[in-house]
T-cell receptor, first 114, second 115 residues
Framework: GAVVSQHPSWVICKSGTSVKIECRSLDFQATTMFWYRQFPKQSLMLMATSNEGSKATYEQGVEKDKFLINHASLTLSTLTVTSAHPEDSSFYIC??????????FGSGTRLTVV | AQKITQTQPGMFVQEKEAVTLDCTYDTSDQSYGLFWYKQPSSGEMIFLIYQGSYDEQNATEGRYSLNFQKARKSANLVISASQLGDSAMYFCAMREGSNDYKLSFGAGTTVTVRA
């Protein structure tokens, strides 16, 4: 089946630095990738939708300059958290559309900013 | 307005018993899809079951079944013969064409299976 590989699984970074999270579709071409953020015991909140070769579409309230999304190829989408602060600590997860039956999710990245 | 409503924040169920997780949805689309996902403490999202709005039969996948009541806009998940490994958070989600096929998630229900 369709697999999305997400790296890193967890990362700790210092406040003010940037962190890049990668999602790769291993056995299919992901035209569209969705990026979510999830706080403990809460639901997944969609941050943005990325389409290969075009600019990402951000949800209302998401800072596009802080959360940079790049979808340069059909198999790779990246999320860069720039100038990270402790409040950016969260679980980030990507998913790719795989046709009528839906979506394949990456395994998620736990980001801790200290 | 909330597109997906899950009113049960947490539930306890005895091993080997069945449990029903409630989900109601709100959409004006005629064509939409409903999903249930399981999220264990590891964080991965595990697809459980899918119901299309035009599907006349309730979806079933092993121990999972979806009780789809279209007129009531309800899509409850039934887990039969609960196992300890079923302890996790469960999310109901909806895909609508009018929303660019993005998934809207409910707040989730935490299920704890007791031995």
């Amino acid at each position: 089946g369709a697999v999305v590989s997400q790296h890193p699984s967890w990362v700790i970074c210092k406040s003010g630095t940037s962190v890049k999270i990668e999602c790769r579709s291993l056995d299919f071409q992901a035209t569209t990738m969705f990026w979510y953020r999830q706080f403990p015991k809460q639901s997944l909140m969609l941050m943005a939708t990325s389409n290969e070769g075009s600019k990402a579409t951000y949800e209302q309230g998401v800072e596009k300059d802080k959360f940079l999304i790049n979808h340069a190829s059909l198999t790779l989408s990246t999320l860069t958290v720039t100038s990270a602060h402790p409040e950016d600590s969260s679980f980030y997860i990507c998913s790719a559309g795989t046709g009528n039956y839906g979506y394949t999710f990456g395994s998620g990245t736990r980001l801790t900013v200290v | 307005a909330q597109k997906i409503t899950q009113t049960q924040p947490g539930m306890f169920v005895q091993e080997k018993e069945a449990v029903t997780l409630d989900c109601t949805y709100d959409t004006s689309d005629q064509s939409y899809g409903l999903f249930w996902y399981k999220q264990p403490s590891s964080g991965e999202m595990i697809f459980l079951i899918y119901q299309g709005s035009y599907d006349e039969q309730n979806a079933t996948e092993g121990r999972y079944s979806l009780n789809f009541q279209k007129a009531r806009k309800s899509a409850n998940l039934v887990i039969s013969a609960s196992q300890l490994g079923d302890s996790a958070m469960y999310f109901c989600a909806m895909r609508e064409g009018s929303n660019d096929y993005k998934l809207s998630f409910g707040a989730g229900t935490t299920v704890t299976v007791r031995a």
